[in-house]
């Protein structure tokens, strides 16, 4: 079992910035991939970015060039820092971790509005 915590959604202005931070406990040692999703009202759960236990990583056309994940080597925490936010990020943004299993943090609410 996997526990994840997600924090550091909020209220953004457009052309600003948030970092979201997930934080992993209970069998960590078996994460392989870690990553976030978003899902905006109305729509269905979209993929944004994960990392590998290699480090490898893999973002969605839309976030490219704007938002950066990373993770930390003990695989306990991975993190998004999002610049450049647009109105069309307001979602409910998600971490999910990949074992043998998939889990979801409850997610947290990013809104970018003026």
């Known amino acids: 079992q996997v526990q994840l915590v997600e924090s550091g959604g909020g209220l953004v202005q457009p052309g600003g910035s948030l970092r979201l931070t997930c934080a992993a406990s209970?069998?960590?040692?078996?994460?392989?991939?870690m990553a976030w999703y978003r899902q905006a009202p109305g729509a269905q759960r979209e993929f944004v970015a994960d990392i590998s236990s290699a480090g490898e990583k893999n973002y969605a056309d839309f976030v490219k060039g704007r938002f950066t994940i990373s993770g930390d080597r003990a695989k306990t925490t991975v993190s998004l820092q999002m610049n450049s936010l647009k109105p069309d990020d307001t979602a409910v943004y998600y971490c999910?971790?990949?074992?043998?299993?998939?889990?979801w943090g409850q997610g947290t609410q990013v809104t970018v509005s003026s």
């Open positions: 209970g069998e960590t040692w078996a994460i392989r991939d």
């Open positions: 999910n971790v990949r074992t043998v299993l998939s889990y």
